[in-house]
């Protein structure tokens, strides 16, 4: 065909596969024009100018003389005839805002570009967003779409595409730059439902590809994916202004059916990807990774942690699709079920029930939980402080990360305000609760250094906190338990352990799931007996945490670490970035496999600091769910000082008789369901501890000895103890004659009940009704 008369220089804005094909078709139909492609890489640029070819995302195919590169946009586009968009849709606003101050005259302007743009809350096509950035081109500017893979137009296989705009001047200008005998251009005046049809099939394609890797689905379900695709995309279309026709048409039903069902298809292969991660059993460490992990364990940790965000990056275009859906009040069950999937790691059972019947897709996603796979596995052994770079980064990436935003502004101006009243509340305490060198940076700390100072206090209290686990310590420390626990026993202490649960569910779980241990604090020395009777039971031995308050010399603390405890300053808990500190921690921990003690009722001096840290920990921990969708469990744990009133006082280890017990395990993944999604995961552990409640025997007489008015006679307190029992439906190995004797004694010994005769009257009633309360 004839060069169009005026056209000397075309710009294509963009140097990925589409970009390269269309600059190679203009090249070659229109010899006389010279074609300058604008490259962000300058490799690419490089290997296009000197050897004609575009090595990274077009390799082996030649291209003409005509088409030269430069990473200089102002180059590109300053003698231009005509300007082709085809850079990604995250960067087009910008990159269309840029080439607006730098064309020398108002050019056609079309585009390849294909999803949704952001601009001001409002959600636009790429054709809004051009006309919104450079309003003189509200009618001109000109959509290229159509099923045309990059690899068989480079071949000049026979395609077809849409050339759609309002102005039938610009909308021609194209036309025949790329109307050639192998590539048939149809004109459209329907832009809006070209613009729909290329965008939306590419979530269908990926959706195509998952299904096509994903257990017992095949051609046939693919077909009814793409006919329930195509009813949501025309119904979409039609609500903001697209013609059905139009959508029904190449850039519609012939876009989606190329790039949903070919090999060729980026979007295919981006869900074949997905799907083939989803079916994935787990991670297992390479033996190579295994050598690393025992001499440089950051190496194997930042390798593993470089793909966590792949699935939520590539589903990007899919989000700003199900809101528009939702502002024009339009339902697409089958876009919204991938948009799960992809986004909130839903099990792929929801994308695939819901082709087949997308009425019932709110029945279906009310019961759906995420998709849960195995946990890593060999990274157990790993010391906690190898996760200090990346634990540093996440923090500093939420305080720091974008320094000039009026959100960012307002979490400094928060920090600064929090860490200024932390050292004036602790002044005079001294290394009771600043760390060395930590006031200094405190005192110092302003708007200037500030983002120097976050990083150094970070450093300060990673380095105080994380563990130094070495299996032989562990071992130590577990041996010296049972030591002192024996030996104390040969001393004739009543100190016995007495420990319930199903421990064979959790050596059943250990090697799929992560564990967490969550337990009712009670004082400093809790760990001790759990970890005790952790390794009697043969379960999972967590890291552990160690208050700052049983800390002795640098000894002590040097062996604790050694042996997977990681350290906890109470007094520190005001602090917002220690807080954030600890609570990443813990989730690292927890997503690389290693099992955990926490206590989300450790005693703090506010009641408020320990909500925001557990509301913290519960937060992090939820997204270590999300984001490496292998299971957490919880297993809820408390102990109980039998002998003792005050249970928080702290006394030597195994001198007390102990009860301890392990509650039945929560699962993570069931709180994902739309039914359970707003139940608090505290809430839940609190009520498995009140449900899972240990009751002793003075328990049983505090609630008869209140009951009959805080005195009974001595005679009939059994009677009324299995009276009491028969009630509540109460199951004891002792008799009612053992419990009423056991628990009269031990309110009697401890000055919270007299005996005169045969009557027990009640001395401190205030007691009396806390032990009274556990039985209901």
């Known amino acids: 065909m004839s060069n169009h008369p005026r056209v000397k220089v075309v ?66 586009v300053e003698d231009s005839d005509g ?20 064309m020398q005259k108002k050019v056609p302007i079309a585009y390849l570009t294909k999803g949704f743009c952001r601009i001001n809350n409002d959600i636009l096509t790429i054709s809004q967003t051009i006309a919104q950035i450079l309003p003189e081109y509200k009618n001109r500017v000109v959509s290229i779409y159509g099923p045309s893979h990059a690899e068989e137009v480079t071949k000049k296989y026979h395609t077809c595409l849409n050339i759609a705009s309002d102005s039938s001047l610009d909308g021609m200008f194209f036309y025949n730059l790329l109307n050639c005998e192998y590539l048939k251009c149809r004109i459209s005046d329907d832009i809006i439902g070209v613009d729909v049809g290329g965008t939306l099939k590419n979530p269908a394609a990926i959706a195509a590809g998952m299904i096509s890797i994903l257990p017992n689905c095949g051609d046939n379900l693919s077909g009814a994916l793409i006919a329930e695709s195509l009813k949501e995309m025309i119904d979409l279309g039609v609500s903001i202004g697209a013609r059905a026709e139009t959508i029904i048409d190449i850039s519609g039903t012939g876009d989606l059916v190329a790039t949903a069902l070919s090999e060729h298809s980026r979007n295919r292969r981006f869900g074949q990807d997905i799907a083939r991660q989803i079916i994935d059993k787990g991670t297992s460490l390479k033996f190579a990774d295994r050598l690393y992990l025992r001499f440089k364990p950051e190496f194997v940790l930042e390798k593993m942690s470089k793909n966590l965000h792949y699935l939520a990056e590539g589903a990007y275009a899919i989000e700003p699709l199900i809101e528009l859906a939702e502002r024009n009040n339009i339902s697409i069950p089958v876009y919204r079920s991938l948009y799960e999937v992809l986004l909130n790691k839903k099990d792929p059972t929801l994308l695939i029930e819901t082709i087949k019947d997308p009425e019932k897709f709110d029945e279906i996603y009310n019961d759906i939980k995420i998709h849960i796979k195995d946990k890593k596995k060999g990274l157990e052994g790993v010391k906690g402080k190898a996760f200090k770079r990346i634990i540093k980064q996440q923090i500093i ?72 686990y070495n299996p032989l310590f562990s071992e130590l420390n577990l041996k010296f338990y049972n030591f002192k626990y024996y030996l104390n026993k ?125 509301e913290s920990f519960f937060s992090l921990i939820n997204e270590v769910l999300y984001r490496e969708t292998t299971e957490i469990v919880l297993f809820p744990l408390q102990i109980k000082y039998s002998d003792r009133v005050n249970e928080s006082l702290i006394r030597k280890l195994f001198i007390d008789h102990v009860n301890v017990k392990f509650s039945s395990p929560l699962f993570l993944s069931d709180f994902t369901k739309k039914s359970t999604n707003n139940v608090s995961l505290s809430k839940m552990i609190e009520d498995s501890w009140e449900s899972d409640r240990i009751i002793l025997p003075y328990h049983i007489v505090s609630r008869v000895v209140k009951d009959s008015g805080y005195s009974i006679k001595q005679s009939k307190l059994k009677k009324h103890v299995e009276q009491l029992i028969d009630r509540y439906h109460l199951s004891f190995e002792k008799t009612p004659r053992q419990i009423a004797g056991e628990g009269g004694k031990f309110l009697v010994k401890n000055k919270l009940m007299a005996k005169n005769n045969d009557d027990y009257i009640v001395i401190d009633k205030s007691k009396i009704d806390d032990y009274s309360s556990l039985i209901y």
């Not at 085809?86 to 805002?97: G, Q, R, T």
């Not at 920090?415 to 509340?425: F, S, T, Y």
């Not at 930590?438 to 563990?467: A, C, G, P, Q, T």
């Not at 009543?494 to 569910?505: H, S, Y």
């Open 11 to 76: 710009s294509v804005i963009g140097a990925g596969s589409w970009g390269t094909s269309i600059a190679k078709v203009i090249a070659e139909t229109n010899p006389g024009v010279s074609v300058k492609m604008w490259s962000y890489e300058k490799a690419t640029a490089s290997s296009i100018n000197s050897r004609n070819m575009n090595d990274e995302y077009l390799p082996l195919i030649k291209l003409p003389v005509n088409i030269s590169a430069t990473t200089n946009l102002k180059d590109a």
């Open 83 to 102: 300007i082709i968009l085809a850079p990604p849709s995250k960067a087009l606003p910008d990159i269309v805002a840029r080439i607006g101050k730098k």
């Open 397 to 468: 990436n939420k305080y720091t990360g974008k320094p000039d935003s009026e959100e960012q502004l307002q979490i400094k101006k928060s920090i600064i305000l929090n860490l200024k009243n932390h050292l004036d509340a602790n002044q005079g305490k001294g290394n009771a609760v600043f760390f060395k060198d930590e006031k200094d940076y405190l005192e110092s700390l302003n708007d200037v250094n500030y983002e120097k100072i976050i990083r150094k206090l970070v450093s300060i209290y990673l380095n105080e906190i994380m563990d130094h």
């Open 490 to 614: 040969i001393r004739g202490m009543r100190n016995e352990i007495t420990t319930e649960g199903d421990f064979k569910v959790i050596n059943d779980l250990k090697n799929s799931v992560n564990i967490v241990y969550i337990t009712k604090y009670k004082n400093a020395m809790d760990n001790a007996y759990y970890l005790k009777e952790m390794r009697k039971n043969n379960l999972p031995v967590p890291r552990f945490f160690i208050s700052n308050e049983i800390l002795g010399n640098r000894l002590r603390v040097f062996f604790k670490r050694k042996s997977g405890g990681f350290m906890v300053n109470k007094n520190k808990f005001d602090n917002d970035i220690y807080r954030e500190c600890i609570v990443h921690y813990i989730s690292s921990l927890i997503s690389h496999g290693v099992p955990v003690l926490y206590s989300p009722d450790i005693e703090t001096h506010s009641g408020d600091i320990n909500e925001r840290m557990n």
